[in-house]
């Protein structure tokens, strides 16, 4: 649940911030990273039209 949760809002363009707020994670967690399931490489890439 905590990864659905996560990776959805981070997919709505929520804040890291404030989604590891919401899930009671200290600012800066590394352990909310892990929590955010990798999307579709290329549908969902960073570099999508540069």
């Given amino acids: 649940m905590r990864r ?3 990776t959805a809002a981070r ?3 929520h804040a ?3 989604i590891g ?6 600012d ?3 352990a909310l990273l892990g929590y ?3 999307a579709d490489r290329w ?3 960073p570099v ?3």
């Fill in 4 to 6: 659905g949760f996560v």
């Fill in 36 to 38: 955010i399931e990798e």
């Fill in 28 to 30: 800066g967690s590394r």
């Fill in 21 to 26: 707020r919401h899930g009671g994670w200290a």
């Fill in 43 to 45: 549908t969902d890439n």
């Fill in 48 to 50: 999508t039209g540069l």
């Fill in 11 to 13: 997919r709505n363009g």
């Fill in 16 to 18: 890291l911030e404030r």
